[in-house]
């Protein structure tokens, strides 16, 4: 009888079997190509009903069976399904087993191969990870800053030495690959904080064998572990008293964080429990503010969100109660200078707002919460987020279609009162034109004036900027090479060959909307040159118009004739990944065009863009989606045959409810771990949700969220004697949402759709382990990338 454990292992052995290949190497003749095997017919579960009833409405589950993980019958047949499905799999893409390798030798000649992660300054420390040779995980190290203010290269600092001082400059703090013998050969930290004294690091690395993460905390001076805390299920961290005291939050068995403890760090004494919400609808959140002067709690519930303050000072003195407000509000509260600052979206004298804004408050006043406004509201621009130093307010700023980088000194000129954002000291960094997202960097040094932004764009690698917010000077300190024929030195200078580029020739446009700048884009190892990116505003079914944005070679496209790829998310209000990914070049030079439909749901235009495309409304988003997809094909951007849509996780459901209603428009399409069983995950769920979760796709206890539900489930809407277009779902063992619901969705559309052996759907199990392995990754995209060019050309 197997386990789920022995599940697990079996099919992993699978994976690693499949993967060895033997190549005969003969100089009298070449070796003939293998025959394809005939391809069998797709793999048939079988079918054990199993009635469900809910608000008068009774209906048949033929493939419940697949999620009862306790039942060692039921995971022997999974065992067996999962075997044939991966050998249908391998048949059906057989033919494109040397597209694979060159796709993945494609695709690993681009990923990142720095040896080096930027370094960190943090007061007299640079901080930084590299890996070493031979070795599969990083090292955590650290260097004085007085012994060398720069290294000769961020790609390889050697570990040196100081022969003025007589010791080494490198310090090696962490080695993962030796964390790694610890937990099973499996290396994944989760939270890592240093100390603000910098004594001590207190991190959390996964075990896999319990599913929880475990807390560490090692002297730094000695290189041992501290005999405490040593805790299970650790969710938080934030240091206090000067870094003599560890917060940290537990989860219960449902992965809820429930308590918070407090370690005194050297003392034999027992973890001190500070707090616990016994409410399984209450979720904890702690973090220490940059000057470590105070430690935040925040709690989250389906009827209120709360902050609360605890003195860093003495942690055991209790916690204040500084706002209150409606459920699912982002409440960050940081301090500087006798002041607390509080950036939410909470709603404004009972109205909703759709856009984050800036609240103050003496801290004597905190507790009465007598908050005022920062800035009079602006028209122009909204905030997207904000970071603070010693002596500058950080904001990052999103107008129409374009971001900013705006600085201001502070104190700002009125202590008591919103001032206008116009009448400000500001000074912004220039950015290229089509920048997709800014993300702060650890920007750890409260003190420093240097502040570190990660820049994306759909068509440029991720710049990693450092700008001194003092002489508003920046440099661009890692960024990746993409183009040998436009090599650039990183790190902050640009070579001479792109300093001496021609950019007289400007390529030809495929599209009459092109927005190309090169002089903008020069100083950003930009590929512009190579990629056009252009935006359009879709009408929905409803007239709300919903972002597009498409981005293809400049040489190999063909106006009419590409295929091309359409990404979706549309969730959580989480903004849409649109970077650059080096793995979709490969079908951007065989002349694809791929897109970015920015539906509601997701975070493209503020909360109400959120908030319709979630609930009752999620079918919004599905309609969003489909109306960009019927603007390539109808615009002839695309060849209306050869459409394929893209979707992770929650977009997994977007586009297969997306397929559900108008199978004709695609042509395939490529579902990563996707949430395809939402009405039975959301009735009885078999890993733990979060109340999130219900807010954002409904409690299917409620009749209005029920009776939604049952409209945009994929598993539950597929539409019988029609043909499907071709999809690969791909699923892990340990996920969010689980093997089951891929499975019981692939042998459901079979079972239901006209069969097309050129519209073939697949299950293909990834390993759990692909994010930390590059080899794996690689893998992965090159089966996704050789199914949609086979299917295209099919």
Same mark, same amino acid.
């Given at each position: 009888?197997?386990?789920?454990?022995?599940?697990?292992?079996? *099919?992993?052995?699978?994976?690693?079997?499949?993967?060895?290949?033997?190549?005969?190497?003969?100089?009298?003749?070449?070796?003939?190509?293998?025959?394809?095997?005939?391809?069998?017919?797709?793999?048939?579960?079988?079918?054990?009903?199993?009635?469900?009833?809910?608000? !008068?409405?009774?209906?048949?589950?033929?493939?419940?069976?697949?999620?009862?993980?306790?039942?060692? =019958?039921?995971?022997?047949?999974?065992?067996?399904?999962?075997?044939?499905?991966?050998?249908?799999?391998?048949?059906?893409?057989?033919?494109?087993?040397?597209?694979?390798?060159?796709?993945?030798?494609?695709?690993?000649?681009?990923?990142?191969?720095?040896?080096?992660?930027?370094?960190?300054?943090?007061?007299?420390?640079?901080?930084?990870?590299?890996?070493?040779?031979?070795?599969?995980?990083?090292?955590?190290?650290?260097?004085?800053?007085?012994?060398?203010?720069?290294?000769?290269?961020? +790609?390889?600092?050697?570990?040196?030495?100081?022969?003025?001082? !007589?010791?080494?400059?490198?310090?090696?703090?962490?080695?993962?690959?030796?964390?790694?013998?610890?937990?099973?050969?499996?290396?994944?930290?989760?939270?890592?904080?240093?100390?603000?004294?910098?004594?001590?690091?207190?991190?959390?690395?996964?075990?896999?064998?319990?599913?929880?993460?475990?807390?560490? =905390?090692?002297?730094?001076?000695?290189?041992?572990?501290?005999?405490?805390?040593?805790?299970?299920?650790?969710?938080?961290?934030?240091?206090?008293?000067?870094?003599?005291?560890?917060?940290?939050?537990?989860?219960?068995?449902?992965?809820?964080?429930?308590?918070?403890?407090?370690?005194?760090? /050297?003392?034999?004494?027992?973890?001190?429990?500070?707090?616990?919400?016994?409410?399984?609808?209450?979720?904890?959140?702690?973090?220490?503010?940059?000057?470590?002067?105070?430690?935040?709690?925040?709690?989250?519930?389906?009827?209120?969100?709360?902050?609360?303050?605890? +003195?860093?000072?003495?942690?055991?003195?209790?916690?204040?109660?500084?706002?209150?407000?409606?459920?699912?509000?982002?409440?960050?509260?940081?301090?500087?200078?006798?002041?607390?600052?509080?950036?939410?979206?909470?709603?404004?004298?009972?109205?909703?707002?759709?856009?984050?804004?800036?609240?103050?408050?003496?801290?004597?006043?905190? !507790?009465?919460?007598?908050?005022?406004?920062?800035?009079?509201?602006?028209?122009?621009?909204?905030?997207?987020?904000?970071?603070?130093?010693?002596?500058?307010? =950080?904001?990052?700023?999103?107008?129409?279609?374009?971001?900013?980088?705006?600085?201001?000194?502070?104190?700002?000129?009125?202590?008591?009162?919103?001032?206008?954002?116009?009448?400000?000291?500001?000074?912004?960094?220039?950015?290229?034109?089509?920048?997709?997202?800014?993300?702060?960097?650890? +920007?750890?040094?409260?003190?420093?004036?240097?502040?570190?932004?990660?820049?994306?764009?759909?068509?440029?690698?991720?710049?990693?900027?450092?700008?001194?917010?003092?002489?508003?000077?920046?440099?661009?300190?890692?960024?990746?090479?993409?183009?040998?024929?436009?090599?650039?030195?990183?790190?902050?200078?640009?070579?001479?060959?792109?300093?001496?580029?021609?950019?007289?020739?400007?390529?030809?446009?495929?599209?009459?909307?092109?927005?190309?700048?090169?002089?903008?884009?020069?100083?950003?190892?930009?590929?512009?040159?190579?990629?056009?990116?252009?935006?359009?505003?879709?009408?929905?079914?409803?007239?709300?118009?919903?972002?597009?944005?498409?981005?293809?070679?400049?040489?190999?496209?063909?106006? /009419?004739?590409?295929?091309?790829?359409?990404?979706?998310?549309?969730?959580?209000?989480?903004?849409?990944?649109?970077?650059?990914?080096?793995?979709?070049?490969?079908?951007?030079?065989?002349?694809?065009?791929?897109?970015?439909?920015?539906?509601?749901?997701?975070?493209?235009?503020?909360?109400?863009?959120?908030?319709?495309?979630?609930?009752?409304?999620?079918?919004?988003?599905?309609?969003?989606?489909?109306?960009?997809?019927?603007?390539?094909?109808?615009?002839?951007?695309?060849?209306?045959?050869?459409?394929?849509?893209?979707?992770? &996780? *929650?977009?997994?459901?977007?586009?297969?409810?997306?397929?559900?209603?108008?199978?004709?428009?695609?042509?395939?399409?490529?579902?990563?771990?996707?949430?395809?069983?939402?009405?039975?995950?959301?009735?009885?769920?078999?890993?733990?949700?979060?109340?999130?979760?219900?807010?954002?796709? /409904?409690?299917?206890?409620?009749?209005?969220?029920?009776?939604?539900?049952?409209?945009? &489930?994929?598993?539950?809407?597929?539409?019988?004697?029609?043909?499907?277009?071709?999809?690969?779902?791909?699923?892990?063992?340990?996920?969010?949402?689980?093997?089951?619901?891929?499975?019981?969705?692939?042998?459901?559309?079979?079972?239901?759709?006209?069969?097309?052996?050129?519209?073939?759907?697949?299950?293909?199990?990834?390993?759990?382990?692909?994010?930390?392995?590059?080899?794996?990754?690689?893998?992965?995209?090159?089966?996704?990338?050789?199914?949609?060019?086979?299917?295209?050309?099919?």
């Amino acid at each position: 009888c197997l386990t789920k454990k022995d599940f697990n292992k079996t *099919a992993l052995n699978r994976l690693k079997k499949s993967d060895k290949s033997v190549t005969l190497h003969s100089k009298a003749s070449k070796p003939k190509a293998p025959k394809p095997p005939p391809i069998p017919s797709p793999p048939k579960p079988p079918q054990k009903p199993t009635p469900v009833t809910l608000h !008068g409405e009774t209906w048949e589950d033929p493939y419940s069976w697949m999620s009862k993980l306790g039942d060692k =019958v039921a995971m022997r047949h999974m065992d067996v399904c999962m075997e044939q499905e991966e050998k249908y799999t391998e048949a059906v893409m057989f033919d494109t087993d040397r597209l694979q390798r060159k796709l993945q030798s494609e695709m690993a000649s681009r990923m990142v191969t720095n040896l080096s992660t930027p370094p960190v300054r943090w007061g007299p420390w640079l901080y930084y990870r590299r890996v070493e040779e031979g070795k599969q995980y990083p090292v955590l190290c650290r260097r004085s800053a007085s012994l060398n203010e720069e290294f000769i290269s961020y +790609n390889s600092p050697s570990a040196g030495f100081d022969y003025n001082a !007589g010791k080494r400059i490198e310090q090696k703090l962490l080695d993962y690959n030796q964390e790694a013998e610890r937990f099973g050969g499996y290396a994944y930290e989760e939270l890592s904080e240093i100390s603000p004294d910098h004594r001590f690091l207190a991190y959390t690395m996964y075990d896999k064998d319990n599913d929880y993460f475990r807390l560490s =905390v090692r002297d730094l001076s000695s290189g041992s572990l501290c005999s405490q805390p040593e805790a299970d299920r650790v969710s938080n961290l934030a240091w206090a008293k000067d870094g003599k005291a560890l917060l940290y939050t537990v989860t219960n068995d449902n992965k809820r964080p429930y308590r918070i403890f407090c370690s005194m760090l /050297g003392s034999k004494q027992d973890d001190v429990m500070l707090h616990e919400e016994p409410d399984e609808n209450v979720y904890i959140n702690i973090r220490h503010t940059k000057d470590f002067r105070f430690v935040t709690v925040n709690t989250f519930t389906t009827t209120y969100s709360k902050v609360y303050l605890i +003195n860093a000072a003495d942690p055991l003195s209790g916690m204040t109660l500084v706002w209150e407000c409606e459920p699912q509000a982002h409440c960050i509260v940081e301090h500087h200078q006798g002041c607390l600052y509080l950036f939410t979206d909470a709603a404004k004298g009972g109205q909703p707002v759709d856009s984050h804004y800036l609240l103050r408050c003496p801290v004597e006043d905190s !507790g009465s919460r007598t908050w005022e406004a920062v800035f009079l509201d602006e028209s122009d621009f909204i905030i997207e987020d904000v970071d603070f130093n010693d002596t500058h307010l =950080v904001l990052i700023l999103r107008g129409e279609s374009k971001y900013n980088i705006c600085a201001v000194p502070l104190p700002l000129p009125n202590e008591k009162g919103a001032v206008h954002f116009k009448q400000l000291n500001r000074s912004f960094l220039p950015l290229p034109t089509h920048v997709s997202q800014i993300a702060p960097g650890p +920007n750890y040094d409260y003190y420093s004036s240097v502040m570190r932004f990660t820049i994306s764009s759909p068509v440029m690698p991720d710049a990693m900027v450092d700008y001194d917010l003092k002489s508003g000077k920046w440099v661009i300190v890692q960024q990746q090479n993409v183009l040998l024929e436009r090599t650039r030195t990183l790190y902050g200078a640009s070579s001479s060959a792109a300093a001496n580029m021609d950019v007289t020739q400007t390529p030809k446009k495929l599209f009459p909307k092109d927005e190309f700048d090169c002089e903008d884009e020069r100083l950003w190892n930009d590929l512009s040159d190579f990629y056009a990116c252009e935006h359009y505003n879709v009408s929905s079914h409803d007239g709300v118009e919903v972002p597009l944005t498409i981005v293809y070679s400049r040489k190999n496209s063909q106006y /009419g004739q590409s295929p091309g790829l359409l990404h979706g998310h549309g969730a959580y209000g989480e903004l849409l990944d649109k970077r650059w990914r080096s793995e979709l070049k490969s079908l951007l030079d065989r002349g694809w065009i791929v897109a970015y439909a920015d539906v509601r749901g997701g975070g493209g235009r503020g909360k109400r863009w959120h908030h319709d495309g979630r609930g009752t409304k999620k079918l919004n988003s599905i309609q969003d989606y489909i109306s960009c997809a019927k603007f390539l094909v109808k615009r002839e951007i695309v060849n209306p045959n050869k459409l394929a849509g893209w979707g992770y &996780s *929650a977009g997994g459901l977007l586009v297969a409810s997306a397929i559900n209603t108008e199978p004709d428009l695609f042509r395939a399409a490529v579902l990563k771990v996707p949430f395809l069983d939402a009405l039975n995950t959301l009735l009885y769920p078999i890993l733990p949700l979060m109340a999130v979760d219900y807010e954002e796709f /409904g409690y299917p206890g409620d009749i209005d969220d029920f009776q939604a539900i049952q409209k945009y &489930s994929p598993y539950d809407n597929i539409r019988k004697d029609t043909l499907y277009p071709a999809v690969l779902v791909t699923s892990s063992l340990n996920t969010r949402f689980g093997l089951w619901e891929a499975a019981k969705w692939v042998a459901r559309v079979r079972e239901r759709t006209v069969y097309d052996p050129e519209h073939p759907i697949l299950l293909n199990l990834t390993v759990d382990i692909v994010e930390e392995n590059r080899y794996l990754q690689c893998k992965e995209s090159a089966l996704e990338t050789a199914f949609l060019l086979k299917m295209m050309d099919s």
